[in-house]
Structures are given as C-alpha cells and as structure tokens.
C-alpha cells in the first residue's frame, strides 16, 4: 500500500512541475519571440547592416582620399645616399617619409549618384527587412488561430463523447428495466468507440499544431506550451467596410514590398546615371609630401674661431702671373644634423591636376551603360508585377473574406436548427417516441454542425485580419 502511495505522490509531483513549467504565451508574446528568433528575419537584419557599409562608404568615397608611408633601414656596401644622392660604400641609415592626397574633382557626378544609389537600396532593404517581419507575423497568427481552432474542435469531441456516454448510461438502465432492446446499448457502445475515435483524431491534430507553431518559433519539439484563449465576438463585424480597390490602393501605400520595388527603381536609375559618369573625363587634384633623413648627411659648425691663408685666386690678364689673396675661413666641424632638422630641411611638397580623358577602352563603359538601362528596365517589370501580384493576393483576400462571412452566417443558423432538433429528438428518444438511428442521426448532426461553425468562425477571423493587415491595420484580437 504504501509503494503505491509513492508512486501516486510521485505521479502527482511530476503531474504539478509539468503543469507549472508549460507557458501560455499570449499571441504578441509568439509574435514578438518568432520576429526575434526567425531566420530570415536575421539574414534581412544583416542585409541591412550590409546596406549601412555600403552607404556609408559611398558617402565617405566624395571624400579626399589621404595616404602616408615611411621605410626605416640600413644599407651596407657601394650604395647611393638618399640625401646627398652620391655613392658611398659606407652603411647608410635613412629614413624616408611620404604623404599623398587625392581629390576627385569631376568625373560626371559618377560618386555622387552611386552615393544616391546606396542610400536608396539601403531604404530598400529595411523594407525588404518589414516585409519578412510582415511575413512571420502572418504566419504565427496563422499557426495560433490553428491551434485555437483545434482546441475548440478537441473540446466539441469531448462533449459529443460525453454525451454519448451519458446516453448510454441511461440505456443501459433502461435496457436493464426492460424498457429499451439490448440492441440500442450495441449501438450507443459502436457510436461511443466512434466518437473515442474522434477525439484522439482532434488531439492529434491538435498536437501536429503546437508542433508547427514550435518550429515556427525555433523551438523543440518537446518545449512545453500552451496558448492564451482567444477571445472574440464577431457578430458585428460581418460587414466589409472598403471595397477590394479601395483596400488595394492602401495596400499599394503601406506594403513594404511594393516600397521596395519603388525604391529599386529608384536605385537603378541613379545606377544608370553613374555609370553614365564613366564616358566623362575624369579630373584629380593630388598633392604630395616628402621628406628624408640620412645618419651620412654632415653640416658645418662653426665654432666661433677663423684662419686666415693665401690662395691663389686667379692670374693677371694677359699672363701666367698668380694672383694671391689673404683669404679667411672660419673654423669648425662637421657633424649630423638631428632627425628634425634633416626632416625640416628636406621637405618637399607637390600639386597637381590630372586629366584622364576616356577614348577607348574596349567599350568597357559603354556596355556597362548599357546593362544599367537593361537593370534599369527590368527593376520596371519587377515594381509592375510586384503590383499586379499584390492586386491579386487582396482581391483572393477580399472574395475569401466575402465568402468566409456567408458561410458563417450560414453555420450559425445550421448551428441553431440542428441544436433545436437535436434537443427535440433527444426527449422524444427518452421517451421512446424514436428510434436510436433518428436519434443518432439527430446527434451527429449538431456536432457536426457545431465543427462547421467552429472552421467557419475561425476562417472569417482570419480572412477579416489579413484585409487588415493589407490596409495597414494592427493585428490584434
């Protein structure tokens, strides 16, 4: 006895920690989760970060472009002395330094329009990045209002399982007071076994729903989770208030793949007009700095003394007579002159224009011009069936719509006279007045009824949502 006490308290531990750990996300709460974790929503992220680079490289390449070098070393044996530009067989240590710029000053506007180009297709990833946000949305409200369909037909096979069971608890009474045949019992039992049938088809089905969503979500399979039950009343929104036209033409302003493929068109035409830029001739302005030192470079101190000597500084005219003169000379040594000194000292700038002027280059820049036009006329195309399939999707959206509300206005009134008959068949079957065929024929048509009205309010739901979502509309419930 007390074995199984322990193994009852055990069971009812694991029963508690199961129910306590399984989160009942709320429809935001999936929204939110799958937007974060979607894989495509990742990689459009990263085409944007992408669009960013490339847009800021644009606009950093209108800039003057600066470069500086330096080459430290030594040279050993007959070589040329950087400074002094002669040979010497003495090692050598130099330092040379140089820093250049260049600035393009016109070449057809060419950096200007591929600047223009990036900034529109990064305008044009962030709604490529909206429309697989749009896409993931869409798809768990989808997956979610599954799910609560499941659960409202699960919960209609248990209460048609437990009302046959209940009738055919009254049957066997009845049956046993000799009232009823024992043949009603018979069927009551095949319908019940049916109806068991059912129910482990609706949880099934149920369960295969909360599997999608889950991998909808990025999650294991084996991730406990519930959802929130939805509340709704649609009985005063049978009414479409807009026109399919009138929902198009919001469409068309709130869609971010149609602002995609504008902004696409917009981008091959500022594409088109910079590579036109290559066919113009191209104007620089360089500057450039140099400078250098060498440990050989020597420079004559003076140390404040003076000698004075006879030279001979020419001949007289006319002769082969010397002419001699006192000559004085300060007094010194050679010695090198510090790294900044030489560096001062050997300073050298430059500035200059250069003209390239384009004359044949293999039709190089003629055809890119040309494939330009070409992606230029195809960014049309797309930008014209992109609108077309948009037309297309809401008018589906708006007949499925139509059509959802009808049926619904239909299963609602199927619903009540099947209810109406069913209730009126079960008493005259209580007493008698009835077989159990009418009777059961009765009962399976309200749950059947019942399912009907459950698929069709849930299709209603979902066609009025996605016209909301294509007019720009909050999905909320």
Do not use: H
């Amino acid at each position: 006895m007390k074995k199984y006490m322990t193994l009852a308290f055990a069971f009812m531990v694991l029963t508690v920690t199961a129910q306590e750990t399984k989160r009942v996300w709320t429809l935001r709460e999936l929204v939110d989760y799958a937007i974060a974790n979607n894989l495509t929503v990742k990689r459009s992220t990263y085409g944007v970060e992408t669009g960013e680079i490339n847009y800021r490289q644009s606009k950093m390449a209108m800039l003057p472009s600066l470069n500086a070098n330096s080459n430290y070393g030594y040279n050993w044996g007959r070589t040329i002395d950087p400074v002094t530009n002669q040979f010497t067989e003495q090692r050598v240590n130099s330092i040379n330094m140089n820093a250049s710029s260049s600035l393009l000053l016109w070449n057809g506007f060419r950096l200007y329009y591929s600047m223009k180009q990036n900034e529109t297709e990064l305008d044009a990833v962030n709604e490529d990045l909206m429309r697989a946000r749009n896409d993931v949305i869409l798809n768990v409200i989808t997956l979610y209002l599954n799910i609560v369909f499941n659960k409202e037909l699960y919960l209609n096979a248990q209460l048609q399982l437990r009302s046959t069971q209940e009738q055919l608890g009254q049957t066997r009474k009845l049956v046993e007071a000799g009232s009823l045949p024992r043949a009603n019992v018979l069927q009551l039992e095949s319908q019940a076994a049916s109806n068991e049938l059912t129910l482990v088809q609706r949880e099934n089905a149920l369960n295969f729903s909360f599997l999608q969503l889950k991998q909808a979500l990025q999650l294991p399979g084996s991730t406990p989770m519930d959802v929130e039950k939805l509340e709704v009343s649609i009985d005063d929104n049978l009414l479409l208030n807009k026109t399919a036209d009138e929902i198009f033409d919001i469409a068309v302003q709130t869609m971010p793949e149609i602002k995609a493929a504008q902004l696409r068109k917009r981008s091959s035409l500022y594409a088109l007009r910079s590579t036109k830029g290559n066919l113009y001739p191209r104007l620089n302005v360089n500057g450039n700095i140099t400078t250098l030192y060498s440990d050989q470079r020597r420079q004559f101190q003076p140390d404040g003394g003076f000698n004075m000597e006879t030279r001979q500084i020419g001949y007289v005219t006319g002769s082969l007579t010397p002419v001699l003169a006192d000559v004085v000379t300060p007094t010194g040594q050679l010695i090198l002159p510090s790294r900044a000194t030489q560096f001062d000292n050997n300073l050298g700038k430059s500035l200059g224009f250069n003209l390239q002027i384009p004359i044949f280059n293999g039709l190089q820049a003629r055809s890119a011009v040309q494939r330009a036009a070409i992606s230029r006329d195809l960014a049309d195309i797309t930008l014209l069936e992109t609108t077309n399939t948009l037309r297309q999707t809401v008018e589906t959206a708006y007949n499925d719509a139509v059509a959802a509300a009808k049926t619904y206005s239909a299963a609602q009134r199927q619903v009540q006279a099947a209810d109406e008959a069913y209730r009126m068949n079960k008493q005259r079957f209580n007493l008698g007045a009835i077989n159990f065929v009418e009777y059961q024929v009765s009962e399976n048509d309200l749950f059947r009824a019942q399912s009907d009205f459950l698929r069709a309010k849930f299709d209603f739901i979902f066609r009025k949502k996605v016209l909301d979502f294509y007019q720009g509309l909050p999905i909320d419930f």
